[in-house]
């Protein structure tokens, strides 16, 4: 056993030791919360241009001008590339991830760190070069966060195709690096240094699903790598590998003979992965939350880790139901549909034990309480509409609309959001030593509820009704005019969304200042990062490591002293 | 610590029976290395299917001759070679004995330096017979025949072929400067200095290694920068983990001989 306990017997001084270079995983864990932070309000700023140019194509805004079509196209790549790597991937794994899993298994840092700061930076860097591609000639690149060759392939394919379209592989690029770092680095430290008692089937769902999360980053970050390494030979190179024969206003491009399904191929099986990279950690904090506050047992522990394994697995089995409508065989179109559907079994396996978990129990409405179920109520409506973009018949008429957008954002999009405020809510205490408020809490819970249902509940109107998605203006275009207005109220609603989580922001940096002292376990909660100090010191356990007597979630434990069981409790009150 | 809790039985760090068993009874370090490479299978197995992808599709053309076999033949006998002085060298490794440790790794450095520079003799000849992908430097004089055709005609096969083998002449080149940085410390890094600027003022500009040979330089500063994180000299563990990446790299090799090279040989 590799203990770096000798490295960590003293914290390092020194300010850039300490939070810049920083190899403890606690800081490492709040940068990465940071970054998503940043993140997600560029991501949130871009989506709010796109909102105002579908109903006000023509306004003349403050500091951006009027927008362009093609500006349009920019604006939703890099607000999908940003959200869903830097975002969404970013916060629950690399920020919650880094620093609850050590904590939870009770070791004193992960089992590289300095692996995982040059993950940190490494990622940084990637978002550096991304935020680069707004600022080159051209501009940011128009392929969507999907990349579709021969588009993304071609730099004279439009004004953003040229140096743009480079920075955005070369960061994605960069970014699946620092990605397979950091999931190798998860994965050996819940593997080897859980501590004494701790067995797998022990361990908190929120550590299964930063487990599972670790394995699917670790397969399918390697071939998006290749994927965008092939795809920078043939913009710079002039390789053939995604481009046949084109035609650009009307020169004929150097190429012949490559498939645009080949991109398809490799990205969709990185991508469909990616996906549940995304909503697995929310599924994890989600269990632990609703477990907590409901002062019960989750329902079915095993159950829950086995379908979110068997999530994962097929995971990279569906790659294909993205491609529908892309020419592929009808008979491969019907296996993948096939697999697909199939993940609604774990995936009801998992919404029902949360119900199960719920019934009956005491519930506490705190605010990572509503988050939590919050994310059970997206995960839902969301995820029913699944199922019918699954069938290659429905998918016809389904893809590349409205319909698939407003899936995608309730499921992947803002029910991952959903797990990180509930994480953020959750954690808050024992990350920065003080207490949220509840008040502004609830109220950006119910604004950012309401809002998000808003803005995304139409678009499978809008869908049904043939409103083709990545369109810049529908304005002009008559028989689309009739289905303006429910895009007008969606703007609106995003007016208001957006306007609630500076609530979030303003409680969050206010809180981290000035909210009341947290104590070491303010929500009763069984884990064992409640049972160290908060915010907990160096080695997080102060110089010991802790013996797990119990499972993760012994609530409402009958004969025992308090309604909750500590897992560091000595194994007298119960037969576990 | 104000909590209570934490005290039942808690153990000291490091203390024996302070953690469950890890996995395979493994040493930390050989996990993260198996999984490293599970990671970059995928990303080597990403390449392979974008090179059988466009083979089926493909009327896929046999061009290359024996001089082309004959020389990735003696490739091939160079990394097995290095795999088995590894093997030798992780031994010597476990046995505490520093100073065969350092010569076999030298050994398995000196094959793995023969392999790549066999390898961009071969490019070069290659390119310079007309096997060429529209970005490479242009040789002096236009070169014609059948692999100028195939450039021509097929150009993904010589984009698959250069993709997969500078991929993995990439894997190699990490390769030696990990052992390299394993056996010879910071003492490593003014030698990979020399190469990488002797490399780019004496091979011509025409060449495409002129340019790829700022891979040397990338890998000088980020040995430079572990280096400097983990001044402290390596043990038998991490001899044996470079070993593992090694043997991978070699192992990746014995899916592209075939591949690319036996399986695009007319047989006359």
Avoid at chain 1, 212 to 238: E, H, K, Q
Avoid at chain 2, 11 to 16: K, S
Avoid at chain 2, 146 to 156: I, R, W
Avoid at chain 2, 242 to 254: E, I, N, R
Wanted: proline share 6%; glycine share 10%.
């Amino acid at each position: 056993m590799a203990t770096p306990a000798s490295v960590h017997a003293h914290a390092p001084q020194g300010f850039i030791r300490k939070y810049i270079f920083s190899l403890d995983h606690k800081v490492i864990g709040i940068q990465y919360f940071f970054l998503a932070l940043t993140a997600v309000f560029v991501g949130m700023f871009l989506s709010l241009l796109m909102r105002i140019h579908l109903i006000w194509p023509t306004a003349s805004l403050p500091l951006v001008g009027t927008i362009q079509p093609e500006t349009y196209l920019s604006l939703l790549t890099m607000h999908g590339t940003i959200m869903v790597f830097f975002v969404l991937t970013t916060a629950p794994q690399g920020g919650f991830g880094n620093y609850f899993l050590p904590i939870q298994i009770g070791a004193p840092d992960m089992a590289f760190p300095v692996l995982n700061m040059l993950s940190f930076w490494t990622t940084f860097v990637g978002f550096v070069v991304i935020i680069c591609a707004f600022f080159v000639t051209g501009g940011a690149p128009l392929h969507g966060w999907t990349g579709y060759a021969p588009l993304s392939a071609l730099p004279s394919a439009g004004p953003g195709e040229q140096l743009g379209a480079d920075l955005w592989i070369t960061s994605i690029a960069i970014f699946c690096i620092a990605s397979l770092l950091g999931a190798l680095n998860f994965l050996t430290t819940t593997l080897d240094m859980r501590a004494k008692g701790m067995t797998m089937m022990r361990m908190p769902l929120t550590c299964w699903s930063w487990f599972i999360t670790a394995i699917l980053g670790l397969l399918a970050f390697g071939v998006l790598l290749s994927a965008g390494i092939l795809l920078l030979m043939d913009r710079n190179l002039g390789t053939s590998f995604y481009v046949p024969l084109v035609v650009v206003n009307g020169q004929v491009m150097g190429h012949k003979g490559g498939s645009p399904l080949l991109w398809q191929h490799l990205f969709w099986f990185f991508g469909h992965p990616e996906v549940y990279i995304a909503i697995l950690p929310g599924m994890g904090v989600t269990s632990q939350i609703l477990s907590t506050f409901s002062r019960k047992p989750i329902f079915g522990y095993r159950a829950m880790v086995y379908a979110m394994l068997s999530i994962g697995f097929f995971g990279f089995m569906v790659w294909g139901h993205h491609m529908f409508m892309s020419g592929m065989s009808p008979y491969s179109a019907f296996a993948f549909s096939i697999l697909t559907m199939c993940i609604g079994v774990p995936s009801a396996i998992k919404t029902f034990n949360w119900l199960g978990t719920m019934y009956k129990g005491r519930i506490r409405f705190s605010t990572p309480m509503l988050y939590a179920i919050g994310f059970v109520s997206l995960f839902v409506s969301g995820g029913l509409s699944g199922p019918f973009l699954a069938q290659p018949v429905l998918d016809i008429q389904l893809h590349d609309t409205y319909f698939v957008v407003g899936h995608f954002h309730l499921i992947m999009g803002v029910a991952a959001i959903f797990g990180i405020f509930a994480a953020t809510y959750y954690w808050f205490p024992k990350m920065f030593g003080r207490m949220m408020n509840e008040t502004w809490g609830k109220l950006h819970f119910f604004l950012t509820l309401a809002g998000t249902y808003a803005i995304f509940m139409p678009m499978h109107y809008l869908g049904m009704a043939g409103q083709t998605r990545r369109y810049s203006q529908f304005t002009e275009v008559a028989y689309q005019t009739k289905l303006l207005p429910l895009q007008t109220f969606m703007t609106y609603a995003a007016f208001i969304t957006i306007a609630a989580q500076l609530i979030f922001v303003i409680n969050l940096f206010w809180s981290m200042f000035k909210g009341p002292k947290a104590s070491d376990n303010p929500w009763e909660s069984t884990t064992l990062e409640w049972t160290t100090s908060t915010p907990p010191p160096h080695d997080n356990f102060g110089g010991v490591t802790p013996v797990v007597h119990h499972g993760p979630y012994e609530y409402g434990v009958p004969g025992a002293a308090k309604d909750y069981v500590m897992q560091t409790d000595p194994a007298t009150s119960t037969a576990h | 610590m104000s909590n209570a809790t934490l005290e039942h039985g808690a153990v000291e760090h490091g203390m024996p029976g302070a953690y469950e068993a890890p996995l395979f009874g493994a040493y930390s370090k050989k996990v993260g290395m198996w999984l490293f490479l599970a990671s970059d299978s995928l990303t080597f197995g990403a390449l392979l299917f974008a090179f059988s992808y466009n083979r089926i599709y493909t009327a896929w053309p046999t061009p290359f001759h024996a001089a082309s076999i004959a020389n990735a033949t003696i490739m091939t006998a160079c990394l097995l070679s290095s795999s088995l002085t590894m093997v030798m060298a992780v031994f010597a490794a476990q046995r505490g004995d520093r100073a065969w440790t350092r010569n076999w790794l030298l050994a398995t450095m000196v094959f793995g330096t023969a392999f790549i520079v066999l390898h961009g003799m071969e490019w070069t000849k290659l390119i310079g017979e007309g096997l060429t992908i529209p970005g490479f430097p242009k040789p002096a004089s236009a070169a014609a025949g059948e692999l100028a055709d195939v450039s021509k005609n097929v150009p993904q096969f010589p984009a698959t072929f250069f993709g997969l083998t500078a991929m993995h002449m990439l894997h190699v080149t990490i390769g030696v400067i990990y052992l390299g940085v394993v056996a010879f410390r910071k003492w490593f890094l003014p030698v990979l200095g020399v190469l990488w600027i002797a490399g780019y003022f004496l091979i011509p500009s025409d060449n495409v290694f002129h340019y790829g040979v700022h891979a040397l330089g990338l890998g000088l500063l980020v040995a430079a920068i572990i280096l400097f994180l983990k001044p402290k000299d390596y043990d038998a563990h991490d001899v044996e983990v470079a070993g593992l990446y090694w043997h991978f790299v070699d192992l990746v090799w014995m899916f592209i001989f075939p591949l690319v090279y036996l399986m695009s040989t007319r047989i006359s």
